[in-house]
């Protein structure tokens, strides 16, 4: 597969203004040449970020753009794409009036994607209960981008969170529903259409042919032949067995807790996980400053940190940018794959 860099720029959504994400975009930002980072530029209000930069002592000119294509005229300007709403600079103190904004940010980095404005999207942290106190009615950015592409391309999709780190592959099969819901929303046709997206987007993204999938039991010990709850047997295992029927190399269910350690994890490329924290707990241990999350099941290339807002950490100065610099590099390397097959194909 050709890992050549997208020519189209990055759109990177703001997210939530009193959390990290425009430190941690300032901080790519400067570093941007000497790390070789793609062209990418924010959404987001200019007057928060360039009050941002200044809270952050950063020698950042912030250059206010109309569209995509004038990203990176003029590299000495940090580009933002202006929002409709504006957004306060309260480092730490998230708000509910704040929403609009965030969700905007979302949303036209999504439209410029599907239009061929932009080569991929990179979201920054939002902090999901502020915007649920704003009436926001989706779980995360996960399920929301796959609601709103459904909505502008009238193709229904099914969402899957892979987080990806030097180490370790790893996909929730349930995503953000409270633990106590898990075993009622597990099914074998959710974890066989999870399986099927992760090995076609995996093939058509990432350029593994046949990759070899791990998935995980539910209880302790794989529910212990049945003895220690029920799932494992009857719902994950014959779940497994069709998956190899229909040719993927796949093992399972696997105990959760001695599916992560080396000698295990260099038997598989992607660990199929249960619920969100089994898979998430190994990913952000293993390396949280160099994981990123990735949307699977898209019709855009969607890539993000995998850390939160930091509230704590916001305005000053601390937040690490490793995580967001990965989500760009990861993004702009999966956009110049697909424009690369798009030219092939033409
Ligand atoms: N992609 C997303 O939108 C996303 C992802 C995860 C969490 N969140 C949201 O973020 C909010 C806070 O979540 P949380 O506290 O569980 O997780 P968090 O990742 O924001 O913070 C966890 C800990 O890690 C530290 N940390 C996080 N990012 C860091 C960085 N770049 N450099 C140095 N240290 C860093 C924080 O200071 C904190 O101590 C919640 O509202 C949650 O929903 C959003
Ligand atoms: N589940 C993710 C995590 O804990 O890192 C996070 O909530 C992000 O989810 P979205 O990308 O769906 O917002």
Known sequence: ??????????????????????????AAFERRQVLDLPTFFL??????VASRAER????????????????????RFFDVLPLVNHHSEAPGRPDPANAAGTIEAIDRATRLVLEGSAGAIVTNPIDKKALYDAG?????????????????????CQPVMLLTGPDL?????????PLADVPAALTSELILSTARIVARDLRARFGLERPRLA????NPHAGERGAIGHEDENIIRPAVEILRTEGFDV??????????????RARYDVALCMYHDQALIPAKTLAFDETVNVTLGLPIIRTSPDHGTAADLAGTGTARPNSFIAALRLAGRMAGATEA????AA
Do not use: K, W
């Open 215 to 218: 998935v995980s039991g539910l």
């Open 251 to 264: 093992v399972g269910p696997l105990p959760g807790d001695t599916m992560f350690h080396p000698e295990a």
């Open 169 to 177: 592959s790893c996909v929730p099969v349930t995503i953000h529903i």
């Open 56 to 75: 952050l002592g950063l020698d950042v000119q912030v250059r206010t753009i109309g569209r995509p294509s004038e990203c990176g005229a003029d590299a």
């Open 136 to 156: 926001f009615r989706h779980p995360g950015h996960t399920e929301y981008l796959a609601d709103l592409c459904t909505n502008l391309t009238g193709q229904a």
């Open 341 to 344: 097959e798009q030219d092939a």
């Open 43 to 48: 959404i987001a209000d200019p007057e928060m």
């Open 1 to 26: 597969m050709s890992r050549r860099a997208s020519p189209l720029p990055l759109a990177v959504s703001v997210g939530e203004p009193s959390g990290v994400g425009v430190d941690v975009t300032l």
